[in-house]
């Protein structure tokens, strides 16, 4: 019989480490996934998957077993992304550059026709800009907008996660939607200013 997942903690806890490589294989994809979006490169979400697995281990003591496991461990793959956000939110102000001209052309369908990538090639240089637009916001409007719209979560379950109240959350979502919003319009506005110069002539 597969031991369960409070079985293993109790295990780990009395001193059998065997039984915390078990746990953690059940949601290490899980928590790289959820890593790899926020980052972008396997490199670095692998090292903060393994600082986080670090730190699970050594604070496993804390685990209150009234909620599954995997949101306690969820929960601290989140903040440790969030402390690693605010440091790169600081150096980001020049991630959003003049585009390429496949970027122009992937931004104006995004903009203008609502189509999906439908090739390999487009959707990497769609999620590139996704990448460089997030980049352009701070770490807890990055935050926000993985969770929810990409990761899915309720607001009740962000707000846990990220130590804030679901009000908090609420604001922090559609403020950094409308930032999103404003940042690709000031994008398209600049590329179309680049394409057509002379309409802008006096």
Partial sequence: ???DDCTLVRNVLNGDRQSFDELIARYIPRIFQLVYR?????????DIVQEVMLQ???SLGSYGQERPFISWLTTLAVRRCYRELKLRSNRAEA?????SLPEQACLERC???GTNAADPETALIARDITTRLLAALSAREQLVLILRDVEGLSVGETSRMMGISQL???VVSHRARKHAQNVLALLAIT????????????
């Fill in 38 to 46: 926020f980052f972008n490169t396997r490199h670095q979400a692998e």
């Fill in 95 to 99: 991630a959003i550059t003049e585009l």
């Fill in 56 to 58: 699970a281990y050594q």
């Fill in 111 to 113: 903009l203008h026709t």
């Fill in 168 to 170: 908090h959350v609420k």
């Fill in 1 to 3: 019989m597969v031991p």
């Fill in 191 to 202: 590329n179309t200013d680049q394409k057509h110069p002379q309409e802008h002539q006096i």
